[in-house]
């Protein structure tokens, strides 16, 4: 069976010698030597500062609107967010949990992210915030938002769970934005089995947020303020920085899939335009075939061959009635979702399977 994703194994030796360590300090949790190890090396990785660590990418985006309060009620009516339909349910989902109403507009047809232009006639007295996905590891138009941010006053916070490593202009795309959000959750880029981060803006937000995540509580006999467990354990450290030493292999492994994947297929679907200025990280393959039907013929003649594509991402969130957004769709991300297909990528993806996989897009997609 090829799967879409494998998570990637990392030296055992290495993850042993960490585990010995936990073994011998017996501290599991609560802000270890490992977890503190870990947030610098990340830093210093991703070229960023004010980065927490929290036990997955959902949590993280719960933790990262709360720290800027756009979970405050606004004239006692819940606050609102304008938000992209084309992503993970986490996205909209955390919003909703927190008393937050998303609030979709669409997304531009070619980078598939939100397109800024959708933004202001969304826009209501109760909006506090913008929440943009960088989709696929695809940079937003992070200036136009950010001009529209500041016109009425919003907060940014960009879903970034796609985007490990990725660069804008030559610096970190996770600087952008009040706060990103990272998931690190055992089928992404780089994991920590399950795991997240955020990366605010402000040293300030950082600080309300790291008493947050451990239920408020600033000393052992003083609480703070309404908090929550959202904390990482020393074993989920040990396996992100194991990981982390490995990060160039996998990023090559993956372009390589990527490149091959090129070399077969090239032009016979549409692919997403990648922004300007932006470089790219390889955590996806997605292809847009002409239609839905293609889509699932391509799902099925896959599956016979033990291949598993899926479907991301389907449904469009606007469709979702749990989410209870309001009446107006988004014809953009509806036709989108349901052409969108991303194919088997990951460290140890053979070249043969990759050309096996390829064929069977062929037959469906000329
Ligand atoms: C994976 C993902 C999340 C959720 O992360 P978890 O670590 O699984 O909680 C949120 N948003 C997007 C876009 C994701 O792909």
Known sequence: MIPVTKPFLPNREKLNQYLDGIYERNWLTNNGPLVQELTSKLEEYLGVENLLLVSNGTLALQIAYRA?????????????????????????????????????????????CLAPENIEAKITSQTRAIVPVHVFGNACDVEAISTIAQ??????????????????????????GDAATLSFHATKLFHTVEGGAIVFK??????????????????????????????????????????????????????AVTEAYNHFL???????????????????????????????????????????????????????????????????????AERIVCLPIYSGLKVEEIEMISKKVLEVAQ
């Not at 940014?156 to 804008?168: E, L, P, Q, R, T």
């Not at 040990?238 to 090559?252: K, N, T």
């Not at 799902?299 to 969130?317: H, I, K, Q």
């Open 266 to 336: 090239d032009g016979k679907f549409q692919k997403q335009r990648i922004q300007a200025g932006a470089s790219f990280n390889h955590a996806y393959y997605p292809a847009a075939l002409e239609n839905e039907a293609k889509v699932i013929e391509l799902m099925s003649s896959l599956r016979d061959s033990g291949v598993l594509a899926r479907r991301y991402f389907y449904p469009s969130l606007d469709s979702v009635s749990a989410l209870e957004a309001t009446s107006t769709t988004c014809p953009e991300s509806r036709k989108l």
């Open 151 to 176: 016109k009425h006053n919003l907060k940014v916070i960009y879903d970034a769970s796609h985007a490990f490593g990725v660069h804008y202009k030559g610096e970190s795309l996770l600087k952008h």
């Open 68 to 112: 800027l309060g756009i979970n405050e009620p606004v004239n006692r009516k819940p606050a609102e967010a304008i938000t992209t339909p084309f992503t993970f349910i986490a996205t909209a989902s955390s919003l909703k949990w927190e008393g937050v109403q998303p609030v979709f507009a669409d997304i531009d047809p070619a980078t598939w």
């Open 202 to 255: 402000r040293k300030e937000d950082l600080e309300r947020a790291k008493k947050m995540i451990n239920f408020g509580i600033t000393g052992p006999e003083h609480i703070e303020e309404l908090g929550i467990n959202a904390k990482v354990n020393e074993l989920q450290a040990a396996m992100g920085l194991c990981v982390l030493d490995e990060i160039e292999q996998i990023s090559a492994d993956r372009q």
